[in-house]
């Protein structure tokens, strides 16, 4: 019995020993899913239905969890640590009249500065349209947009980075329906189009799809996205997932995603049936 007694803690350890190894092995095959957070609020937009197109959609495709922020006014970016322990933010947000210096520094530090990456849909290029004594919102972004041609239009968009990833599947014809085209004034030095849209009031072509750096942030534009219905289609949730896995360092060259971080697989949004996803709190003007 004394050699018994002495034999199980042996074998108890051995065990555990196994155990820890088997634990580590796999942990170190299977990657961590990406911390997202969603920020978004503000007016003339459905960004309530739009949570669940951007977030569902996205894990639908990619291996991300979210934690959202729905946030009328732009208070969260008063604190300086808010976008700590996130891999990624998503801005889908519309706060024109965020002027105040200090309020746009500690919305761009996190990025700038910590290098968290972000991705930028639609109206969030005119958050902080009224800024005048700050460009860097506009610097992190890659453009400046403080306007948009006539709403409900279709948009014939096109590739113009063909060999890029993040637009691998995007078709030669994509057309856009009842969207609004924003007016890019200006790309600063680090932005790379990716597809470009023709303004039929202004004659020429503005980005639409773009990458970004700035400071020690990676960044992916899009401009797109006045209603769900575009934000609904797999040309622009495809684009977007692509955008995230860019922005941390996990797309791979030929646009696909690396092993482990697959998403659950493409399936009807959780409002559909219950409610119309292209009806818009107010109209495209």
């Known amino acids: 019995m004394a050699r018994l007694r002495n034999v199980f803690p042996a074998i108890i350890s051995v ?3 196994g155990l820890l190894c088997f634990s580590s092995a796999f942990a170190a095959d ?17 960004y309530v239905k739009q949570i669940a197109i951007v977030t569902e959609g996205l894990s639908q495709r990619i291996s991300i969890d979210w934690d959202v922020v729905s946030d009328k006014t732009g208070e969260i970016f008063q604190k300086k640590d808010w976008a700590k322990g ?3 933010v998503v801005h889908n947000q519309c706060h024109a009249k965020i002027k105040d210096k200090k309020t746009i520094e500690n919305a761009v530090a996190p990025h700038r500065d910590k290098g ?3 991705v930028f849909i639609h109206c969030a290029l005119h958050t902080c349209r009224d800024a005048k004594e700050s460009d860097e919102w506009r610097k992190l972004i890659g453009v400046t947009s403080r306007r948009h041609e006539k709403g409900g239009r279709t948009i014939d968009v096109k590739p113009v980075a063909k060999d890029n990833p993040i637009i691998k599947e995007i078709p030669k014809a994509w057309t856009i329906n009842k969207c609004e085209l924003y007016v890019i004034e200006k790309q600063w030095p680090k932005c790379k189009p990716l597809v470009t849209g023709y303004g039929r009031d202004t004659k020429k072509d503005y980005p639409v799809l773009w990458t970004n ?10 401009s797109l996205g006045h209603t769900n219905e575009t934000m609904m289609t797999d040309e622009y949730l495809d684009s977007l997932a692509r955008g995230v896995l860019w922005c941390v360092g996990k797309l791979e060259k030929d646009g696909s995603t690396p092993d482990g971080y697959q998403g659950t697989g ?3 949004f959780s409002f559909e049936g219950k409610i119309d996803p292209t009806k818009q709190p107010t109209p495209a003007k």
Do not use: R
């Open 213 to 222: 750096e700035y400071g020690k942030a990676k960044v992916f534009g899009n």
């Open 86 to 88: 996130y891999d990624i």
């Open 15 to 17: 065990c555990v020993i």
């Open 116 to 118: 968290i990456p972000a």
């Open 266 to 268: 493409k399936k009807p």
């Open 30 to 46: 299977t990657p961590a899913k990406i911390k997202g957070l969603y920020v978004t609020g503000g007016c003339c937009h459905d």
